[in-house]
């Protein structure tokens, strides 16, 4: 069941079943699906200015979720961009020799 304030059939009630499906399809289970899936939708409200309430990493945030690619994700773990991501942006800006260089070389040359 969508979160309070959300319709099944609206726009949002859609987003959250297919979040869900997609969850489960991952192999999560129902409940943790269910979560996730109030996660996403709540904040995309909070994002487009649907809710009474929202909060700054809500509203503030400059990329979207699947924009950030886990930038800010987990917290033992070293914080900052993927070798991919640091990669990608590379073949972006058009790096010489980005394909043999090391995760090093590739932060440095993107900056």
């Known amino acids: 069941m969508p979160p309070r304030g959300v319709k099944k059939d609206s726009k949002r ?19 943790t699906a269910e979560e996730i899936a109030a996660r996403v939708v709540n904040k995309e409200k909070a994002r487009h200015g649907e809710s009474r309430t929202a909060s700054k990493t809500s509203t503030d945030d400059p990329k979207s979720s699947g924009e950030r690619g886990g930038e800010r994700s987990g917290t033992a773990k070293a914080k900052g961009r993927t070798k991919d991501q640091l990669y990608a942006e590379a073949r972006k800006k058009n790096v010489k020799g980005r394909s043999s260089m090391t995760k090093q070389e590739l932060e440095e040359a993107v900056g």
């Open 13 to 31: 009630g859609r987003q959250y079943e297919h979040v869900k499906a997609s969850e489960k399809a991952q192999g999560k289970s129902e409940s």
